[in-house]
C-alpha cells in the first residue's frame, strides 16, 4: 500500500467522536484533514467549493443522506468513501462501485478504502 501524505481529505460524520477518530487515523497515514462537517448543508457548500482530493461520507447525517454531497464530488471527478454502520444495501445503485467501509473500521480497513478510492 502506498504512502497517502499530503492527500486532501474531505470527511463529512454527524458523530463527533466518530469523526475525531477518523480524523486521527487520517493525520496518522500522512493526509491533510482540510474539513470536517457533520451536516448535509454544510457537506453540499464544502463539496462544492473546497479544494480536495477524497472525502469520506458518513452515509447517514442526522437521519438525512448523505447523496447529494456525493453527486457533487461525483461531477467533480472527486474520489470518495462511504462509512456507514447499516451496510451497502441502502446506497443508490450509481454509487456501488465507490467503497464502502462499515462502522467500527480500523485504520487498515481506512487505508485499503482510500487505496480502492484512489484505484491505486
Request: aromatic share 6%; net charge negative.
Amino acid at each position: 500500500m502506498r504512502d497517502f501524505s499530503g492527500l486532501r481529505v474531505l470527511i463529512v460524520e454527524d458523530e463527533g467522536l466518530v469523526a475525531l477518530m477518523i480524523e486521527d487515523m487520517l493525520q496518522g497515514i500522512g493526509c491533510e484533514v482540510v474539513a470536517s462537517v457533520s451536516r448535509l448543508s454544510e457537506g453540499r457548500t464544502i463539496a462544492t467549493t473546497v479544494q480536495v482530493d477524497l472525502a469520506v461520507l458518513d452515509v447517514n447525517l442526522a437521519g438525512q443522506p448523505s447523496f447529494p454531497i456525493a453527486e457533487i464530488l461525483h461531477k467533480r471527478q472527486i474520489p470518495f468513501i462511504f462509512s456507514t454502520g447499516y451496510g451497502t444495501d441502502g446506497l443508490p445503485r450509481e454509487f456501488g462501485s465507490h467503497p464502502t467501509i462499515g462502522k467500527p473500521f480500523s485504520s487498515s480497513d481506512l487505508k485499503q478504502a482510500i487505496a480502492g478510492a484512489m484505484k491505486l
